[in-house]
């Protein structure tokens, strides 16, 4: 642990630690951070439910598993359900931060070692259909989410204490960033790139 920890030291603001899957839950929306490295095997709650349950919260974290299980069957597991990266321990100290980095990008990154045509083949698709095509602020994220859940502009701008016009500027820019037409295709978007919870 203390050698992960100087490693990332070294070139990341480290916010917070946890001991368990479910410690884990509760530093991610407590701090919002832009990365996350999770164990698969953890106590209370493995990584990949954790990663499950944050990707259905809408948490923008990127993840990245750092494990022992040098096993493509896991690996695959670990990209469904949301993550960016997976790194064998073993090689933490080569490629635990080119995975970080990667996935600031917007990439995937799985050590060498697991690649196989059929993961490289499961990453590509994963990177077409998981990675959002921007990046929204907060404000953007709350007005998407309302929207999601069937609200309207006007319930939205009660709800945000902002006006109405303004929560429809949200949308329009968020529909223009993604060459999007309609409310629903922006919806839909959202619920498959895993940006809301609904």
Request: aromatic share 4%.
């Amino acid at each position: 642990m203390e050698g992960l920890r100087t490693l990332l030291e070294e070139e990341f603001e480290l916010a917070g630690f946890a001991a368990d899957g479910r410690e884990m839950l509760a530093q991610a929306r407590a701090l919002d951070p832009d990365v996350i490295v999770a164990d698969i095997s953890m106590p209370l709650l493995n990584g990949i439910e954790a990663a499950r349950i944050l990707r259905e919260e809408g948490a923008r974290a990127k993840i990245v598993f750092l494990t022992m299980h040098p096993d493509v069957a896991y690996a695959t597991r670990a990209l469904e359900a949301g993550g960016s990266g997976y790194v064998l321990k073993h090689a933490a100290s080569d490629e635990l931060v080119a995975a970080i980095r990667e996935a600031l990008r917007g990439g995937v990154y799985v050590s060498g070692q697991l690649r196989t045509p059929a993961l490289d083949e499961f990453m590509d698709k994963s990177r077409r259909h998981t990675r959002p095509a921007i990046e929204l602020t907060q404000r953007q994220r709350e007005v998407l989410q309302l929207l999601a859940e069937g609200k309207s502009a006007k319930e939205i701008g009660a709800i945000l204490f902002i006006s109405p016009r303004t929560v429809e500027t949200h949308k329009y820019k968020m529909m223009d960033d993604l060459g999007l037409r309609t409310s629903a295709q922006l919806v839909q978007h959202a619920i498959r790139h895993g940006l809301v919870s609904v």
